[in-house]
């Protein structure tokens, strides 16, 4: 994804460390570890159902009135700004689950005040869990926007203990303190499995949906099979419903119904992650498959899923399976600054039946049959890609053969010139040639671009689909994902450098672009910046995102070549890609293939260059 921040959020976050919690009960030496499965144990902590089940001091704290803003979705808690001596607690009963050996404590904390004082703490707001008091906060803390506050909790698993919020305000002069997306996440402990194989392996998606008249809205079923390749036991899958950060967890719009070949759990991650228990656990090898029906709701937007007037614009929204792997299950938050996704190589048959007026650009190889009077299904068929995304409407429509014999379409919207619809098909005949030749044919049959204006994102990857602006150095980035990300997986959220910094170097190269002048004008904001970094991080210093994954990302690997030399590096990504293929990519597994090309030790050169790992 070619990134522009969507939301600014504040440059820098306070770190606090949480006191000491009060001691764990004492367990027999003889006694088997407890099970953990992580989970985020904080109810509706985006505030966006209700006000269960948190307790209010008073009705109203929970809300989306005028005067204060959410920092994701509609509602928020607004404590105090009252002006006079007032007392507001907001509180809900969270139980840790035992054999948990972290558990992690965010929220996002807005202040804002009346009054002038630059040393006194007038007013105050108080996080506590059980007796415990993590953090004091007052009218000296005045920000704007958001800052995300964490807290390491772990010492309280197994209790179930009340985790609150009180804000004070004294006799004059108002303080607000607006709190959002509370989280709570457990991971570690005797499961996650005891082996790092990636699993549920080798998913089958089968998808049938049927839209409205305007392609906006899909309804129908999917079903996906799957095979534990680890060695420990899988008792429950994971559905990420990744679209629902797009609406609210009262009104989303991805909704699983009426599932099949297990039990629904509850919504987690913002109702981003649907946890499904197996009627039995899978030992290694073993298959199931779950089936559900689904429903699919387009938002107004010019979006990587949204609609803008007459089109409509769909990544993300079939649910995929999460990864599960040596840290646990992989249930990372929705960004919309960059990418969260992480799925493996898997099989995807989808058959959307829609207006004959609209066209259906798709991932995989697509063929139209009539369906009912004045209706099309166009099925797509795609093979080891790692999800599937498609668009709807009156497209108009050029296409082509790159030079090597990929097919590639172009479907633009209205108010795109057809100069710049061809010039757009004559850079991705380009550019899919340009990244065969460096890192391996394309796989994946056609490749459809999709072209509007309106993105404010630029452009944004799927397999064998991508979406962008007119822009020649926009869609060659597209483009390269197809291997950076596609071929060659990786774990968005916590390495997002392996894909958008590989990505802009395959583009430089593809552009003919040395990276010479790279480092020009080169600063840190800190200790804690690093290309590595995972987003959790970047979420809460967004505005360097983009200079450092993307800048400082492609000119490390700029350098990278200089100490290897043009030949040595050309072939250490080709062999890396090769070696990689439909598989995931980790920091660690590179540098240890970049070592393996060279004599030299380049100890210093990753310390230098901020990449750990």
């Known amino acids: 994804m070619r ?3 969507h939301k600014a959020l504040a440059a820098s976050v306070f770190a606090i460390a949480a006191l000491v919690a009060t001691a764990l009960p004492a367990t027999s030496a003889a006694a088997a570890p407890a099970a953990c499965t992580p989970a985020q144990v904080v109810a509706n902590g985006g505030l966006e159902s209700g006000t269960s089940p948190w307790t209010q001091s008073q009705t109203g704290l929970i809300t989306n009135r005028t005067g204060q803003s959410a920092h994701g979705g ?5 404590l105090n700004g009252v002006g006079s001596t007032h007392t507001d607690t907001l509180s809900q009963s969270v139980t840790i689950p035992s054999g948990c050996s972290s558990a992690s404590l965010t929220f996002w904390l807005h202040v804002d005040t009346a009054e002038t004082t630059t040393s006194t703490k007038y007013d105050k707001l108080t996080a506590k869990i059980g007796t415990t008091t993590l953090a004091t906060y007052s009218n000296l803390d005045k920000n704007t926007g958001y800052v995300q506050k964490t807290f390491d909790v772990s010492a309280f698993a197994g209790q179930t203990v009340s985790l609150a919020f009180t804000g004070t305000e004294d006799s004059s002069l108002k303080t607000n303190f607006v709190l959002d997306d509370v989280a709570l996440d457990t991971s570690g402990g005797t499961t996650p499995p005891g082996d790092s194989t990636r699993t549920p392996a080798a998913p089958a998606y089968t998808v049938s949906l049927s839209s409205n008249a305007a392609g906006t809205v899909w309804n129908g079923h999917q079903s996906a099979s799957f095979t534990n390749a680890s060695a420990t036991p899988l008792a429950e899958v994971y559905l990420r419903l990744w679209d629902n950060y797009h609406g609210t967890c009262a009104a989303m719009p991805i909704v699983v119904s009426n599932v099949t070949g297990g039990t629904a759990g509850a919504l987690s991650v913002n109702c981003t992650a649907l946890k499904i228990d197996l009627p039995a656990p899978l030992t290694q ?15 107004s937007g010019a979006d990587r899923f949204g609609y803008d007037g007459a089109f409509s614009f769909i990544g993300n929204a079939l649910p995929v399976l999460a990864v599960r792997d040596g840290a646990g299950w992989h249930l990372d938050p929705y960004t919309n600054n960059g990418e969260s996704f992480y799925s493996l190589a898997s099989d995807f048959s989808v058959a959307l039946d829609h207006p004959s007026g609209l066209l259906v650009p798709a991932t995989g190889a697509s063929v139209d ?8 299904v166009t099925t797509a068929t795609a093979t080891k890609v790692r999800d599937f995304a498609w668009a709807a409407g009156p497209f108009s429509k050029i296409s082509g053969t790159s030079a090597a014999g990929t097919p590639v379409n172009v479907y633009s919207v209205s108010g795109i010139s057809a100069s710049d619809s061809q010039s757009m098909l004559t850079t991705a005949k380009s550019a899919v040639d340009a990244h065969s030749a460096r890192f391996g044919a394309y796989p994946y049959g056609e490749l459809d671009a999709v072209i509007e204006n309106n993105f404010w994102f630029g452009g944004m990857e799927y397999p064998g689909f991508v979406l962008d602006l007119v822009s020649t150095t926009a869609l060659t980035h597209e483009i390269a994902h197809q291997w950076w990300y596609g071929i060659v997986g990786d774990d968005e959220y916590n390495s997002p450098w392996l894909d958008e910094a590989f990505t802009d170097y395959a583009t430089d190269l593809a552009q003919n672009k040395t990276g010479a002048s790279c480092w020009n004008s080169t600063s840190w904001a800190s200790s804690a910046e690093k290309i590595s970094n995972s987003m959790a991080y970047w979420d809460t210093h967004s505005s360097r995102y983009s200079t450092v994954i993307y800048g400082y990302g492609k000119c490390a690997l700029h350098d990278l070549r200089r100490v290897l030399g043009d030949t040595v590096m050309a072939k250490l990504l080709k062999d890396y890609a090769t070696s990689h293929w439909y598989g995931i990519s980790t920091t660690a597994e590179f540098k240890a293939a970049a070592q393996a090309a060279t004599t030299t030790d380049l100890t210093s050169f990753w310390t230098t260059h901020r990449i750990d790992g």
């Open 285 to 299: 090898g073993q298959s199931a498959t779950i089936g559900f029906d689904l429903g699919i709701t387009v938002p």
């Open 3 to 5: 990134a522009t921040p």
């Open 369 to 376: 049959t009539p369906g009912t009077s004045g209706r099309t």
């Open 74 to 78: 509609t509602y928020f808690a607004w």
